[in-house]
């Protein structure tokens, strides 16, 4: 079903290529529904143009196996012009072949079991703040204040800014943030006009760090302070420019998406009270005064099962792009050489062949007996897969399960009436009405873990 095209008679995927040059793009950034209605129309595969480049959307485990198993064979990874340039050249996320694997191994030494338990403790003190706050404030759009929260987090253990969300440095990330998937067009008064300013006002300020750092006895245990002393297998060291880029790329990383899954994890549990019972059950079994640590967290299977199912029915990563550098045939249809390509993860999620009433919460699903996700290869892809898969996905896990088991301890939260909670889903999802909820904290005589 996927290979190269043994003959030159197989046709193009159907579909509309649009507009010259812009074709469908500003459809595929306002409308939520954009894919949805085309396959509806064309079927399981479809062209369209997207950021003046022929696109094909695909999904399902087949598919999306043959692509991200086919890095710089059929594909190389691509960005849209706005997200590639924002990101910088010398960003991890738009690094190809031999340059990307070289870097990969270097970053990857901000995430290794051992540096990821020395960030516990700074998640557990920021995660109770934060709860702290939502409690003083009771009723809240919580959305905002997530954003807040995975910022400053992220910027705590990357570069070591406190409080990144109240500065400069959080107001032009928020700048730069939201012009990533945009129409490049560099006017000031544009979404991607103000997010280069702010890249440049991010970088000069990260550069401003890494040199202060630099000058200190003690680089740090935070990820720059392990970036700037890390060395690959000829002995070099990043280059300051590099550093900048690959920061900036890791603070993304490390906040938008994660945000999305937290978000998606408060509505869900609030929408299933039997799930939300369980989880409460399951926290009772760890004494309160036991400090959280990778081994305690890797016991909480059912919360385990609970974020994979968040992930699933809406990963805050809905697809991912590549450019065809050989023409290959998928599902029957050829692609051409310096065409795109977009796997879809949410709709390979929602296979009903794989996953059974697949728009139904249902973390029952991954229960260690059932093993959906294992059932077909590449089925459940939150984070990529192949060599691009997302480095810092035990940190999101890590993250998510921190705030997950101490908000279950301590606190309730209902879902206000009268909003919409649907989800706007570029650049990431994201609740229509920043999802307004009733805070408070759980009486102490109520809590599960009370004896």
Request: glycine share 8%.
């Amino acid at each position: 079903m996927t290979r190269s095209p043994s003959s030159g008679s197989l046709p193009f995927p159907p579909g509309n290529l649009g507009l010259p040059l812009i074709g469908e793009t500003v459809s595929f950034l306002r409308d939520p529904d954009f894919a949805d209605k085309r396959h509806k129309r064309y079927g399981d595969i479809f062209k369209t143009r997207l950021f003046g480049s022929p696109t094909v959307y695909l999904s399902g485990a087949e598919a999306v196996r043959f692509v991200l198993l086919n890095e710089d064979r059929y594909f190389v990874n691509r960005w849209p012009p706005s997200t590639s340039m924002l990101l910088g050249p010398a960003s991890l996320a738009v690094q190809k072949g031999s340059e990307h694997q070289q870097r990969r191994k270097l970053l990857a030494q901000a995430f290794q079991p051992r540096v990821l338990a020395s960030y516990i403790p700074t998640m557990v003190a920021m995660t109770q703040h934060y709860c702290d706050r939502w409690e003083q404030q009771g009723s809240l759009t919580w959305y905002p204040e997530l954003r807040n929260y995975t910022l400053d987090i992220a910027c705590k253990l990357i570069v070591g800014i406190t409080d990144g969300s109240r500065t400069s440095f959080g107001e032009w990330f928020g700048s730069w943030v939201g012009g990533l998937f945009s129409v490049p067009l560099p006017f000031p008064w544009t979404n991607f006009g103000q997010a280069l300013r702010s890249r440049q006002l991010l970088l000069h300020e990260i550069e401003r760090i890494i040199k202060d750092r630099q000058s200190q006895p003690d680089m740090g245990q935070d990820a720059l302070g392990l970036l700037i002393q890390a060395k690959d297998e000829e002995g070099n060291c990043l280059s300051i420019e590099e550093l900048k880029d690959q920061i900036l790329t890791l603070l993304f990383a490390g906040h938008e998406t994660l945000t999305s899954a937290i978000a998606t994890f408060c509505l869900k549990v609030a929408q299933y009270p039997t799930v939300l019972t369980k989880l409460r059950i399951e926290q009772a079994q760890f004494q309160p005064d036991q400090p959280l640590t990778l081994e305690s967290l890797k016991q909480m299977e059912y919360l385990e099962q609970v974020l994979k199912e968040v992930l699933r029915i809406l990963p805050p990563v809905g697809g991912g792009f590549r450019e065809v550098i050989q023409p290959c045939e998928i599902k029957g249809y050829t692609i051409p050489k310096g065409w795109s390509v977009l796997y879809e993860i949410g709709r390979t999620h929602q296979d009903s062949q794989i996953y059974p009433n697949p728009k139904e919460f249902d973390p029952e699903r991954f229960a260690p007996t059932g093993g959906t996700d294992k059932v077909k290869p590449f089925s459940y892809v939150p984070f990529g897969g192949g060599i691009r898969e997302c480095l810092g996905k035990e940190f999101a896990r890590l993250e998510m399960k921190i705030f997950a088991a101490l908000l279950l301890r301590n606190y309730e939260w209902t879902l206000l009436p009268d909003q919409n909670l649907d989800f706007v889903m570029v650049p990431t999802p994201r609740p229509t009405d920043g999802l307004k909820v009733q805070f408070r904290p759980i009486p102490t005589g109520q809590r599960t873990n009370d004896q």
